[in-house]
């Protein structure tokens, strides 16, 4: 069978970024303490870094994740009965490959709806997967999973079955409480009774390995976090030193999160012109670039009810450090 033409919806307008940056940089270093959200890490060099960081040894989430695809992806497609998966974040998609073999195999799956930010990494995997199932629609949407849920394709009900929406890669451990609660709650919101989220994350461990995993000793992971400093640099004019920061990884045991920030070296003012700001950053003053929340199964299933999702079955890879929830919408 030919594979069809993957159909691609661009729901983010020309000047997204470039908007949502100025008003990222306007809230979080325009008042303290300093702030700015993760997804800026996440230009070309930012994602070449952040692929060779999940091969590294002591990175573990990814390999974790994928042993309970490998392990268990059957297992996951017998227990719904989707016949449309949609996956938030999607990147690549080679994690749900997996995912998508098994519910091909249960016969059932009709579409495929790969959503993502970045619309040439997306092109490239619906055409691959087009041709690696080519009995699949594959529909891809280039958006952002905190705005566009409500414009996601529905499930058909002629085709007896109902959606199931991959959220992975412990990507929910980077909300804060109060985002993680308002995603859930919206979620839930776009999904129909009885429809499904499958939901990766990672899983609390000992402090000492959850720092040497975000504080490789080649420093890739101060490249990567450093990385948001030159995109700044570059999107909107701003004269950073990137050198004058340090890369600070650090266990907060109260929240049960990594927090990932860059500490000043020197006191400088910064200017950024294309959003307008001027930052005085004093000497050891910090920036937050990025949480990584652990969780613990009693927790998930906790918030996810608040949400309005039942918990049917958790998977957790052979050493215990990742799971993943299978939950419906009540």
């Not at 749900?96 to 040439?120: I, N």
């Not at 041709?131 to 529905?154: I, N, S, Y």
């Not at 804060?176 to 609660?181: L, N, T």
Request: glycine share 10%; charged share 25%; proline share 6%.
């Amino acid at each position: 069978m030919t594979a069809p033409d993957p159909v691609v919806s661009v729901l983010l307008d020309p000047g997204w970024a470039s908007g949502a940056l100025v008003a990222d940089v306007r809230r979080g270093l325009g008042e303290r303490p300093l702030r700015l959200p993760p997804k800026w890490l996440y230009d070309d060099r930012g994602s070449e870094l952040f692929d060779r960081i999940t091969r590294l040894d002591a990175y573990y989430p990814f390999r974790a994740e994928r042993a309970i695809f490998q392990r268990h992806a059957a297992e996951i497609a017998a227990a719904c009965d989707a016949t449309t998966l949609v996956e938030l974040g999607s990147g690549t998609s080679e994690k749900t490959r997996l995912l998508l073999d098994a519910l091909h195999d249960t016969g059932r799956l009709r579409r495929f709806v790969p959503l993502d930010v970045s619309e040439g990494t997306l092109r490239q995997a619906a055409a691959d997967l087009s041709a690696r199932f080519p009995e699949v629609a594959v529909e891809a949407v280039v958006g952002d999973f905190t705005l566009h849920l409500g414009q996601l394709p529905h499930g058909d009900p002629s085709e007896g079955g109902g959606r199931l929406v991959a959220f992975l890669g412990g990507t929910i451990g980077n909300l804060y409480v109060e985002e993680r609660a308002a995603f859930l709650g919206a979620l839930a919101d776009s999904l129909e009774p009885g429809e499904w989220l499958l939901l990766g994350t990672d899983l609390v461990k000992s402090a000492d390995r959850l720092v040497a995993a975000y504080d490789d000793a080649g420093g890739l992971t101060a490249a990567f976090v450093g990385n948001c400093l030159l995109v700044l640099n570059r999107e909107l004019g701003a004269d950073f030193d990137p050198d004058a920061y340090r890369y600070v990884p650090f266990w907060d045991p109260t929240l049960e999160r990594m927090d990932l920030r860059l500490r000043a070296e020197v006191p400088q003012r910064v200017s950024i012109p294309g959003a307008d700001l001027v930052v005085d950053v004093g000497l050891g003053e910090e920036i937050q670039v990025e949480i990584s929340t652990k969780f613990r199964p009693d927790g998930v299933r906790r918030e996810l009810g608040v949400a309005g999702f039942e918990v049917t079955a958790t998977w957790t890879d052979p050493d215990g450090d990742f799971a993943l929830t299978l939950a419906r919408r009540r």
